[in-house]
């Protein structure tokens, strides 16, 4: 359907809608997910890292992708933990322990410079297992290995060795390759129900492993678990106290309900009683996985004569190359803007919070008055 | 077109005000409840004897309006009603019918008379709820304000919140969303709270995007307090004193019981908190196994760079 | 902002009368800097308090905010300080009070039921306001015109043309200088040298003043009632089209309509003023810069503005021109003739600071950091020698006499420059005579 606008140019609707429908790529089924994610994060640091196909080199493209990617992970599942490793020289080394500390891995990704020799997947592999094994299993347990070299150096067979280590454990492997793919990445992502993908440019690079922050769905038989966590209070006095992540004198910080001991930030593990501590936000930005809003449908809007306006934000439709979209369940209309604000940011349809009491008793299963609100 | 964005650093204070007020008929007619009360009863708590009806609460709102329009010939407002069950624009329109050119009302006129002409009709569906419907009066405004900022790219925005009735638990995980979604972009929610408790979830709103939370005490002053604190723009925040709050309680309450927890058990699949061990989740309905796994004693920080093979013993205790 | 400085001039009886106007109050509440509104609004609704309490309204680290924004509001009268305590001018805050609880905002009424048939829409508005200044402009550049003879008093009045020696008007040094500034602080000179034409003959500067406040609060595309006016406003009517502030199609026409330059006017900056989005974007193409400077010091210029133009060869030397485009060359020579002139270079690179082409601002600096040092370096070999009328003295006959004279004369500070290898001195012409006796008294 070839149209033109005022003007008489041929508006880029296509455009618009390709490009919407790349950012909004996800499933809404409501499947069991693994919230509480533990990823190991393996970068290929040989000296192909150096080449320049990726603006400016593929190491600062690496970089600035990957330093983005830590940010949006511990932003979208604040419980998580993550541990970087880099790969080079034909050996494995682990510089950053799992943790949910984002500056932290983001100032030991920066400080490892030094990019020479080959990678080697086995022992990339072999380090991310003797760090996740340790994981409790009621967690998700994930590799995201990210290769730019077409050889790999390694001291035995991974697929008689690593492969069936790393299906034990449960553990999903994902690549994504800068250069080619590779036959033996595909196969053990094939094994180990990951993924294995190329990247085209610097913006598919970065749209394909934001993908990656959504949880992914659980495999196989999950064994679900109470974990024990607790909420601290924030203290704060006059008198400075120490507290035992540092080991420094501050005047603030969360005391655990436990053991009393004063960490500085939240969320973390208490050092004297390994107790989980998190606040109710911590919780509450992982609720919208669980919670998805349905992908909305395209409206044609031009049928009909009268000016219709977007239901959240009031933009009239005044010109024939505005896309506008409805909600499935409430049926209202929302302009393109507002469509991936909903979808990417807000995870909340204005229309279906208008008529929520219908909406929540239908939809989501009892989570109706389960909120961590005050109980007057 | 050349879009320039403006920084934090620039020094003018052009902002759009989005507005949204709690008209909840059943907070307002217990508030007539409570002064006729007062003008009863020999002994008045501290706030009994400051309480203000709705419409003097339009006066002083309006005289904070009429006074925000003023400061710049740039600011923009918006207004919207949250009530019972639903949320609506006010300012905007958004069912303009074409205006008369000769009779062009000023804004402030244009929102006096929604105020006072409130459409407080109740849907049937929701005849049985008597709270606010705040979280869809947030999501709009984060909808509306993305659409002013892609327009005005200079315009700093912010969401001034007026409540007078009680947190509704139903709506925490939709209105959370909406407070992150503020907090990506640095969006201020200010609270002014009219009622006589407070109100968590505004205190963790206001918290976490960096904005003012006042209970006026004397409430018969509402437009001094208004005039002098919530019409900081998001320039002066940076230089002057805001009232904020020293500690904000962020613990949890239980599903079971809704009582606050120090210590929580969570499920690992729907996140739902409860006080004390269960064999199933109540939420999502799964059994917990009993199997408890005794961890692994923690080795050392600094792992050698390896060529090691990872061991498999685990010690499993079966009960 | 040259308003504040003005009104900082002005008398307190003269202030006085200003804020018995309601508007005026308003306009000026509005042009405060942001902190200054805030510290207002804290003092709107009080009598007085203490300055020192007002200290812990600023975080630890503004006070110098602190400070220079109190020092603005005291030169502005807004505040008066009683021993210790500071309070907001009563005036003003009671008609700021008074505002507030109005909810019309007519200044006056616009009622067009009589249609207006040709009403000019917001284009020709600002096309008329834009031509109307360029004129202005060219009565600088340009001697011969003499198109508007209000503006050329004004001009000669302010000190920005003059008559030379053969009768014919010529720019000065201050007109140079004036011609790069902005647009409003050129509009708010001239109409300061107004306000004192008038004042000579109405004796109502203040009237004026609350006059031009009040045409800033219309509404852009309307028309306004002439009969509404009073007569001296009426009378200024027709100068200020002049000026390009004010529409009116002819003298006897009951409708006047406001140009964005009066509705910008006291807030110094070009205001979008969101009638609707298609102004918006006209506006943003209009407005924006149009010169983008590269390092190999050539000037790119986007306009087919002949004004435009002329001002940038005041000091780049003009190679092409085309139908949108002019392209130029900064050289010394050319630099030099600017300075000469009585330009610095200061005003050079604000002036292309400030109409760089937003292409050029999002992509990095709008002036490149080469040229900007070239340029004042280029200013300093002008200062690098200076003048003065001395006096040599060499052949001393020993070297104590020479070394006693030196001292002598660097006690009497007549010292310019001595060499001792060479035995010279040099010194100021006007110690010629007590040097000579000095050396004649103590070495014969």
């Known amino acids: 359907m070839i149209e033109e606008d005022e003007k008489g140019l041929r508006p880029s609707l296509q455009e618009e809608r390709k490009i919407r429908d790349r950012r909004l790529r996800h499933d809404d089924k409501r499947v069991r997910r693994g919230m509480q994610r533990h990823l190991c994060l393996v970068l290929d640091f040989s000296k192909t890292l150096l080449l320049q196909d990726l603006k400016p080199s593929r190491y600062h493209c690496l970089l600035s992708t990957c330093e983005a990617f830590i940010k949006e992970y511990f932003d979208q599942n604040p419980i998580s933990q993550l541990s970087i490793i880099i790969t080079k020289n034909s050996k494995a080394e682990k510089i950053s322990e799992l943790s949910g500390n984002p500056s932290r891995h983001i100032q030991a990704m920066k400080d490892s410079i030094a990019t020479e020799g080959e990678p080697s997947i086995q022992n990339a592999l072999d380090v991310a297992l003797s760090t996740l094994c340790y994981v409790p299993k009621y967690g998700s347990r994930e590799v995201i290995f990210i290769s730019s070299s077409l050889t790999s150096c390694d001291p035995t067979d991974i697929q008689k060795t690593t492969i069936p280590q790393l299906q034990q454990e449960q553990i999903r492997v994902s690549f994504i390759h800068l250069a080619a793919e590779l036959h033996i990445c595909k196969f053990i992502a094939e094994h180990t129900n990951g993924s294995s993908k190329v990247i085209l440019n610097e913006e598919h690079f970065q749209d394909t492993i934001m993908l990656s922050c959504q949880p992914p769905p659980s495999m196989g038989k999950v064994e679900a678990s109470l974990v024990e966590m607790g909420f601290p209070q924030r203290y704060t006095s006059t008198i400075p106290t120490l507290c035992i992540c540092h080991e420094k004198f501050k005047y603030s910080g969360y005391i655990c309900p436990r053991c009393g001991s004063k960490s500085c930030e939240l969320p973390t593990d208490c050092q004297i009683c390994n107790l989980s501590l998190v606040s109710s936000p911590h919780l509450a930005r992982s609720y919208h996985h669980l919670f998805q809003i349905p992908l909305f449908q395209e409206f044609n809007w031009r049928d009909s004569d009268s000016i219709i306006k977007c239901f959240s934000c009031l933009l009239p439709s005044l010109n024939t190359s505005q896309l506008y979209f409805s909600c499935p369940r409430c049926h209202q209309v929302f302009c393109l803007d507002c469509d991936l604000l909903i979808h990417e940011s807000l995870h909340n349809c204005p229309g279906c919070e208008n008529n929520f009491d219908q909406s929540h008793n239908n939809d989501n299963d009892n989570n109706n008055n389960n909120g961590n609100g005050n109980s007057h | 077109m050349v879009i320039i964005e403006s920084t934090d650093e620039e020094e003018y204070d052009t902002s759009l005000l989005v507005i949204i007020v709690d008209t909840n008929i059943y907070s307002w007619g217990n508030r007539i409840l409570q002064m006729s009360n007062k003008t009863e009863s020999t002994s008045s708590t501290k706030l009994g004897s400051s309480l203000i009806g709705f419409n003097t609460f339009v006066e002083h709102l309006m005289v904070f309006i009429n006074l925000h329009l003023m400061l710049n010939q740039e600011n923009q407002i918006a207004v919207i009603s949250s009530q019972i069950g639903e949320a609506r624009f006010l300012f905007p329109e958004p069912h303009q019918s074409q205006s008369t050119k000769s009779e062009q009302k000023s804004i402030q006129n244009i929102i006096l008379g929604k105020l006072l002409h409130l459409d407080t009709t109740i849907k049937e569906t929701n005849q049985e709820s008597t709270s606010s419907n705040f979280s869809a009066a947030l999501s709009l405004s984060l909808c509306y304000i993305n659409r002013i900022k892609k327009e005005v790219p200079i315009i700093r925005p912010r969401i001034f919140v007026l409540n007078i009735s009680p947190d509704a638990s139903s709506q925490y995980i939709s209105v959370m969303n909406c407070i992150f979604s503020a907090q990506k972009q640095s969006i201020p929610l200010d609270t002014c709270i009219l009622s006589q408790q407070d109100s968590t979830f505004l205190q963790q709103a206001s918290h976490l995007t960096n904005g003012i939370y006042l209970k006026p005490q004397r409430q018969e002053n509402l437009s001094q307090y208004l005039i002098s604190t919530f019409l900081m723009d998001t320039y002066s925040r940076k230089l002057l004193q805001c009232p904020t709050l020293k500690s904000v309680d962020y613990r949890a309450t239980c599903f079971c019981h809704k009582r606050i927890v120090d210590i929580g058990f969570v499920c690992s699949v729907c996140l739902s908190i409860f006080c004390s061990y269960s064999s199933s989740c109540s939420t999502c309905g799964t059994k917990f196994s009993l199997k408890i796994e005794i961890p692994k004693s923690r080795k050392s920080l600094s792992q050698p760079s390896s060529q090691e093979q990872p061991t498999n013993n685990k010690d499993k205790v079966e009960y | ?444």
């Open chain 3, 1 to 444: 902002m040259k308003i504040f400085q003005y009104l900082s001039s002005l008398n307190q009886e003269d202030l006085d009368q200003l804020y018995k106007d309601n508007w005026t109050c308003q306009a000026i509440l509005r042009s405060l800097p942001p902190i200054g509104k805030q510290f207002i609004l804290k003092l709107l609704m009080i009598d007085s308090i203490e300055f020192e309490q007002t200290k812990i309204w600023t975080q630890e680290i503004s006070n110098q905010v602190h400070r220079e924004t109190f020092k603005k509001l005291f030169d502005l009268k807004l505040l008066t300080k009683n021993k210790t305590c500071i309070q907001l001018n009563s005036i003003f805050q009671h008609n700021i009070k008074q505002s507030l609880m109005d909810m019309e905002h007519r200044v006056f009424s616009s009622d067009t039921t009589v249609k207006e048939l040709k009403a000019p829409t917001i284009d020709e508005l600002d096309q008329f306001s834009k031509t109307q200044w360029e004129k202005v402009l060219y009565l600088l550049s340009d001697e011969k015109s003499d198109s508007i003879p209000l503006i050329s008093e004004l001009l000669q009045s302010s000190n920005l043309t003059s008559r030379d020696g053969n009768g014919q008007l010529a720019i000065t040094s201050e007109g140079f200088k004036f011609l790069l500034k902005d647009i409003y602080t050129q509009i708010w000179t001239l109409l300061i040298v107004y306000l004192d034409t008038i004042e000579k003959k109405y004796k109502s500067r203040i009237e004026l003043l609350c006059f031009l406040f009040k045409l800033s609060f219309l509404q852009l595309g309307r028309g306004y009632l002439v009969s509404e006016l009073t007569q001296l406003q009426k009378t200024l009517l027709t100068d200020l089209k002049q000026f390009g502030l004010i529409y009116i199609k002819s003298n006897d026409n009951p409708y006047f309509y406001p140009t964005r330059l009066i509705i910008s006017l006291t807030t110094g900056k070009t205001l979008s003023l969101m009638q609707d989005i298609k102004t918006e974007q006209a506006l943003s193409q209009k407005e924006q810069g149009y010169i983008i400077l590269e390092t190999n010091y050539r000037l790119y210029a986007y306009t087919s503005s002949s004004l435009q133009i002329s001002l940038l060869s005041l000091f780049v030397k003009m190679l092409y021109r085309l139908p949108n485009l002019a392209v130029g060359i900064v050289t010394r020579e050319s630099i030099r003739m600017a300075l000469i002139h009585g330009i610095t270079a200061d005003q050079i690179i604000d002036f292309i600071r400030h109409n760089a082409h937003p292409n050029a601002t999002l992509a990095g600096t709008p002036i490149p950091d080469v040229v900007a040092e070239q340029v004042k370096l280029w200013e300093a070999e002008r200062n690098c020698v200076d003048y003065s009328k001395a006096v040599l003295y060499n052949s001393f006959p020993t070297l104590d006499c020479f070394n006693a004279t030196v001292k002598y004369a660097k006690e009497l500070n007549l010292f310019i420059y001595s060499n001792d290898s060479k035995k010279i001195l040099v010194i100021d012409e006007s110690g010629n005579e007590p040097i000579r006796n000095y050396i004649r008294k103590n070495f014969g």
